[in-house]
């Protein structure tokens, strides 16, 4: 299966702590995303890379957050100094966007479920 | 600010029948449509998708059909069948900003 991969898929971090997920795209995905879901609610949009770099961050919902793809390939999320709030689903997504304004369907990963205690 | 919205939380319907889910955007430069399935535990899963210079768009015994003038899309499901039971998310795109509803739960009975 070479779809989107995150890790861990479940993690549970006391509130002030650091936590940092995973995401593997699906192979040669030149499109990274990063959703937040929280329940009742579809997926927010949080930031995106094209290839390594970081085109989108302003809505990043602090600057707690922050996102790395240091080579174009996998992709990391970090909260610092976690809040109860930021407990919510935190989804990665890539996509095969090849011309600007084309389509761009985006494939998701499983998610990583956040709880803060 | 909700720039996609579904209005029904939830849906049922039997075995057998169409299913219907509805979606409304009110951002005139979206134009690319998706709708998303979503089981328990897992992540969105793609299903199908529209551009703005079409109106329908088939995939077995899914259609999306987009009417711009009203900034409506609906997914019509038929024969509905139990293995659809799942929440549906419809989403809509423009350049690099991607907009989700909240969701519809449909229920398809035996």
């Known amino acids: 299966d070479t779809g989107v991969s995150q890790d861990p898929r479940h993690k549970i971090t006391k509130r002030g702590q650091n936590v940092t997920f995973r995401c593997d795209p699906i192979?040669?995905?030149?499109?990274l995303y990063w959703y937040r879901q929280t329940l009742g609610q579809g997926p927010e949009f949080l930031t995106y890379?094209?290839?390594?770099?970081?085109?989108?961050k302003s809505r990043l919902l602090s600057d707690r957050f922050s996102a790395e793809r240091p080579k174009g390939s996998f992709s990391t999320l970090e909260i610092q100094r976690t809040e109860q709030g930021d407990s919510a689903m935190y989804l990665c997504?890539?996509?095969?966007?090849?011309?600007?304004?084309?389509?761009?369907?985006?494939?998701f990963g499983p998610g990583t479920r956040l709880t803060v205690l | 600010d909700q720039q996609v919205k579904q209005n029904s939380p939830s849906l049922s319907v039997q075995e057998g029948r169409i299913s219907i889910l509805n979606c409304d955007y009110t951002?005139?430069?979206?134009?690319?449509f998706l709708w998303y399935k979503k089981y328990p535990a897992e992540g969105p899963t793609f299903l199908i998708s529209?551009?703005?210079?079409?109106d329908k768009n088939e995939d077995g015994r899914f259609t999306v059909f987009l009417n711009k003038s009203a900034k409506h899309l609906s997914l019509h499901i038929v024969p509905s069948q139990p293995g659809d039971s799942a929440v549906y998310f419809c989403?809509?795109?423009?350049?690099?900003?991607?907009?989700f509803g909240a969701g519809t739960r449909l229920t398809v009975k035996p």
């Open positions: 951002n005139s430069m979206f134009d690319y």
């Open positions: 890379f094209q290839n390594e770099a970081q085109l989108e």
């Open positions: 989403a809509a795109s423009a350049l690099n900003d991607m907009r």
């Open positions: 529209i551009s703005s210079i079409k």
């Open positions: 192979s040669e995905h030149n499109r």
């Open positions: 997504a890539s996509s095969d966007l090849a011309l600007a304004g084309g389509s761009d369907t985006q494939y």
